[in-house]
């Protein structure tokens, strides 16, 4: 049980264009998503929090014009990089929660911006 | 602020041996939770251990156990009898009782397992 999909796996896309992620949680409702980005040998950074319905909590320095969070359903976070370069590149992890101090992580999507 | 410092940026530990994880964290509240991930090379975030810290017993899950000295802010993981598929990143996390479900990580310390 808790498993949480992230798709695509891997993006590849081109400077200044949008690219969406998706993350799912399958088999429970998850009422509080959260966004990490991870940079190569480094820790986790978490970006912003999101409710279902509600609009999300960003942390500081996370561009909230150009991470676009939406949190539509109980199952269904997407985090949307608009305008997207170079140093947006970078491993992005979602992770669920439903009224539970665990976190349930995805699998990761790999984003490579040309 | 919370804060979570894993000192051991690397290490290694022969396979069958012991390993001990070290992770010191600060923070002024009294009631928290503490974990350690694994990361993998496919980057799957794994729980491996959670602790609670009003609970005075440390948590053990199989080869897994900690040491959580709460007045000295220490929560170190050791892995007992290690295996090759031990090797990954290991993350000290802190994650407050209250309503901030946020979990803070720890740099990581990568774990190489020597056969």
């Known amino acids: 049980g808790a498993v949480v999909s992230q798709h695509p796996s891997w993006v590849i896309c081109k400077s200044g264009t949008s690219v969406k992620i998706e993350c799912r949680s399958l088999?429970?409702?998850?009422?509080?998503m959260f966004w990490y980005r991870q940079f190569p040998k480094q820790s986790l950074m978490l970006m912003a929090t999101?409710?279902?319905?509600?609009?999300?909590?960003?942390e500081q320095g996370v561009e909230k014009d150009k991470f676009l969070i939406n949190h539509a359903s109980l199952t269904l976070s997407t985090l949307t990089v608009t305008s997207a370069h170079p140093e947006d590149s970078s491993f992005y992890i979602c992770?669920?929660?439903?009224?539970?101090?665990?976190?349930?992580f995805g699998p990761g999507t790999r984003l490579t911006v040309t | 602020a919370q804060t979570v410092t894993q000192s051991q940026p690397e290490m290694s530990v022969q396979e069958a041996e012991t390993v001990t994880l070290s992770c010191t964290y600060d923070?002024?509240?009294?009631?928290?939770?503490l974990f350690w991930y694994k990361q993998p090379p496919s980057r799957q975030m794994i729980l491996v251990i959670r602790?609670?810290?009003?609970?005075?017993q440390n948590a053990t899950e199989n080869r897994f156990s900690v040491n959580f000295q709460k007045a000295a802010k220490s929560f170190s993981l050791k892995i007992s009898d290690s295996q090759l598929g031990d090797a990954a990143m290991y993350f000290c996390?802190?994650?407050?009782?209250?309503?901030?479900?946020?979990?803070?990580f720890g740099k990581g310390t990568r774990l190489h397992i020597l056969p």
């Open positions: 992770s669920a929660s439903y009224w539970s101090l665990l976190q349930y």
């Open positions: 088999d429970f409702q998850a009422t509080t």
């Open positions: 999101s409710n279902e319905g509600s609009k999300a909590t960003y």
């Open positions: 923070t002024s509240e009294s009631d928290y939770y």
């Open positions: 602790q609670e810290a009003y609970k005075q």
């Open positions: 996390a802190y994650r407050s009782a209250g309503k901030d479900d946020k979990i803070i």
